[in-house]
């Protein structure tokens, strides 16, 4: 009777070479457009706005990670809600994921900033409170309105993050005598961010491509800066190409610090 042979053993497939005959007419067609752009395109305004756009990036990045931040701990009860119940309140939450992720942000930011914000202009307790030099300002409605359909979005992810954590590393928690928030603090809660994790890196890569409408309700921003660059020197291509490549870095820096992230968390199994 003939053994049987053991399976080989998983061999990784040899990396591809960068210097390829079509990768390296496509880095040569692009250093030809990089070329082009840099010598036959006006740049000498850059120098004069170089801070302006440094305060926008600056913006943008303050109106993306906190959003994300506070957006992403509203996420976590809109998930572990629709999971756990009771069940009126997962109605309330998936409600809300459901009207918030069905309606245009554009929409939402607008209704927050001329409904809402003309509402509160109208009763004078609120003009003479402390809290009305920060309410006729536009940016709480910009974060809320970003903040909010951050936290819907996200909310679903979790939802399904929190219900595919198997039963039986729960079980097993409950048999260590962990009561219910130790549980959800030790067990339940990192296990459903690391299934997350991949799907947060492409919602905050999308909350960044958002940021710019905040500037349709004047919160200045890097998209902001560009514009008034447009106005202010009547050129069309060459801002649009430098908001494209700071938004291109930013992505990029984005999608590496998350994958640094996700090799330091071992998500393997999860």
Do not use: N
């Amino acid at each position: 009777m003939s053994e049987v042979q053991a399976p080989a053993a998983y061999v990784a497939p040899k990396a591809r070479s960068l210097f390829e005959p079509h990768r390296i007419v496509l880095m040569l067609i692009f250093a030809g457009l990089i070329f082009c752009v840099a010598w036959f395109m006006r740049w000498d305004w850059l120098p004069r706005y170089q801070g302006r756009l440094l305060y926008g990036v600056g913006q943008t990045l303050l109106m993306l990670f906190s959003t994300a931040i506070v957006g992403f701990l509203f996420a976590v009860p809109l998930g572990l809600v629709q999971v756990t119940g009771p069940k009126p309140l997962a109605l309330l939450a998936r409600g809300f994921c459901t009207l918030i992720r069905g309606t245009p942000l554009l929409l939402q930011l607008w209704l927050l900033y001329y409904g809402l914000g003309s509402l509160f202009a109208q009763f004078p307790e609120i003009r003479s409170s402390f809290l009305w030099p920060y309410l006729r300002q536009a940016w709480p409605y910009g974060f809320t309105a970003l903040m909010i359909s951050f936290a819907a979005y996200e909310g679903e992810v979790m939802r399904g993050a929190f219900a595919g954590v198997p039963k039986g590393e729960l079980e097993a928690g409950r048999a260590f005598g962990m009561g219910r928030f130790t549980l959800f603090r030790r067990i339940w809660l990192p296990r459903a961010i690391h299934r997350a994790l991949p799907t947060l890196t492409g919602e905050t890569v999308l909350q960044l491509k958002s940021t710019p409408l905040v500037a349709t309700v004047t919160v200045v921003d890097v998209y902001a800066i560009i514009s008034r660059v447009r106005q202010e020197t009547f050129l069309t291509y060459e801002p649009l190409l430098l908001l494209a490549l700071i938004y291109l870095c930013l992505t990029g820096m984005l999608v590496y610090a998350f994958r640094l992230l996700e090799k330091r968390i071992p998500t393997r199994g999860a």
